[in-house]
């Protein structure tokens, strides 16, 4: 199995700092990663799919990008409604696997 | 549009089978591939496997001997049973869709059903 680990697993900034949130694979798995959002209590969301392809109707203050080995999803801009876990997931290979989480809180 | 609603029982004793089928309303499960993911309290997703609407499936190694996935297109629903389940199962389970499996740039989930959590305690 590949394993997905994110890092930091949290992170407290300020509104309309940029956010930059890590995610690497154990294997390479050229750009097959999509980004979900989860909100409390809600289910995952996607975000970005393809490293950095951009869901319809996500804000464009988000943005992935990355391949092989080492991704990174950034919040140019931290809104209030951006509090949320945010996870990623390798697409190259079954089982599909996702990292951790990184929760993002406002400061 | 096309929404997903787990239901089940919340409540499963340790050795018994966790039973939970997930309801696809607003379209039809034609030409996608439904999965079921869980995600134990505090901690991250775990895929369990998939279904084609055709009933052909693929799950998760860590978990294959004891899962059973299957479909029913008349209903527009397919069903998660988990056998001989102990505390380590206690999770919330998500139903989720995948547009594809052939092709890597299809295996992402964009469209989740709000979870339900299920519970394994005697």
Redesign the interface.
């Known amino acids: 199995?590949i394993q997905m680990t994110q890092s930091p697993s949290s992170v407290s900034a300020s509104v309309g700092d940029r956010v930059t949130i890590t995610c690497r694979a154990s294997h390479g798995i050229?750009s097959?990663l999509?980004w979900?959002q989860q909100k409390p209590g809600?289910?995952?969301?996607?975000l970005i799919?393809?490293a950095s392809s951009l869901?319809s109707g996500v804000p464009s203050r988000f943005s992935g990008s990355g391949s092989g080995t080492d991704f990174t999803l950034t919040i140019s801009s931290l809104q209030p409604e951006d509090v949320a876990t945010y996870?990623c997931?390798q697409?190259?290979?079954?089982?599909?696997?996702?990292?951790?989480?990184t929760k993002v809180e406002i400061k | 549009q096309v929404q997903l609603q787990e239901s089940g029982p919340g409540l499963v004793k340790p050795s018994e089978t966790l039973s939970l089928t997930c309801t696809v309303s607003g379209g039809s499960l034609t030409n996608y591939y439904w999965s079921w993911i869980r995600q134990p309290p505090g901690k991250g997703l775990e895929w369990i496997g998939y279904i084609y609407y055709s009933g052909s499936t693929n799950y998760n190694p860590s978990l294959k001997s004891r899962v059973t996935i299957s479909v029913d297109t008349s209903k527009n629903q397919f069903s998660l049973k988990l056998s001989s389940v102990t505390a380590a199962d206690t999770a919330v389970y998500y139903c989720a869709r995948l547009p594809g499996a052939f092709l890597a740039a299809e295996r992402y989930f964009d469209l989740w059903g709000r979870g339900t959590l299920v519970t394994v305690s005697s």
Do not use: H, M
């Open positions: 199995d050229r097959w999509a979900y809600k289910a995952p969301k996607l799919f393809a869901q996870s997931q697409a190259n290979s079954f089982p599909i696997t996702f990292g951790g989480g």
